[in-house]
Nanobody, 121 residues
Framework: QVQLVESGGGLVQPGGSLRLSCAAS????????MGWYRQAPGKERELVAS???????NYADSVKGRLTISRDNAKNTVYLQMNSLKPEDTAVYYC???????????????WGQGTQVTVSS
């Protein structure tokens, strides 16, 4: 059993900051990439940022320079530092991990339950 538990969402004013965290727990043999996706009402889920185990990052153009992804491999945790937030960043943010529970199962994608981020004055 694997769980991805997100925390850190909430309500913030435009221009403000939030830090999201996502901890993976359970019978985990190895974690490859981790990332954050978001889904706004009436829109499809989209990639926000991802990071490999070695620290190579990838960002959506809309968040470059404002959001920063990082991870702590020892804690199986990924973070998303969100600065200069805009109303259009409002969405449910989901954590994602490409991980292996056992050699026999190989690597698979797992998702967190999501955390709401609302940017509004």
């Amino acid at each position: 059993q694997v769980q991805l538990v997100e925390s850190g969402g909430g309500l913030v004013q435009p221009g403000g900051s939030l830090r999201l965290s996502c901890a993976a727990s359970g019978s985990i043999l190895a974690i490859d990439s981790m990332g954050w996706y978001r889904q706004a009402p009436g829109k499809e889920r989209e990639l926000v940022a991802s990071i490999t185990r070695g620290g190579i990052t990838n960002y959506a153009d809309s968040v470059k320079g404002r959001l920063t992804i990082s991870r702590d491999n020892a804690k199986n945790t990924v973070y998303l530092q969100m600065n200069s937030l805009k109303p259009e960043d409002t969405a449910v943010y989901y954590c994602n991990a490409f991980l292996m529970m056992a050699v026999s199962t190989g690597f698979r994608y797992y998702w967190g339950q999501g955390t709401q981020v609302t940017v509004s004055s």
